[in-house]
C-alpha cells in the first residue's frame, strides 16, 4: 500500500481512477518539526497559547 497519513491538511481535489488517482492537498502552517514529534503532548503542556485554535 503507498498511503501516507497528513494530518492538519485540507483536501483540495482528487483526480483520476481507481488505481491511478492524484490528490492535491493543502497543508496548513505548523508550529512543531512534524520529523521530531513522537505524540508525547509535552508541546501542548508548554506552549503559551492559551485560546482554543479552530479548523
Same mark, same amino acid.
Given at each position: =500500500? !503507498? @498511503?501516507? #497519513? @497528513?494530518?492538519?491538511? &485540507? #483536501?483540495? *481535489?482528487?483526480?483520476? *481512477?481507481?488505481? !491511478?488517482?492524484?490528490?492535491?492537498?493543502?497543508?496548513?502552517?505548523? *508550529? @512543531? @518539526? =512534524? &520529523? #521530531?514529534?513522537?505524540?508525547?503532548?509535552?508541546? $501542548?503542556? !508548554?506552549?503559551?497559547? %492559551? +485560546? +482554543? $485554535? %479552530?479548523?
Amino acid at each position: =500500500m !503507498n @498511503i501516507e #497519513l @497528513i494530518t492538519y491538511s &485540507d #483536501l483540495e *481535489s482528487v483526480e483520476g *481512477s481507481p488505481g !491511478n488517482f492524484k490528490v492535491k492537498i493543502k497543508k496548513r502552517a505548523r *508550529s @512543531i @518539526i =512534524m &520529523d #521530531l514529534c513522537t505524540g508525547c503532548g509535552a508541546c $501542548v503542556e !508548554n506552549c503559551p497559547v %492559551t +485560546q +482554543q $485554535v %479552530t479548523a
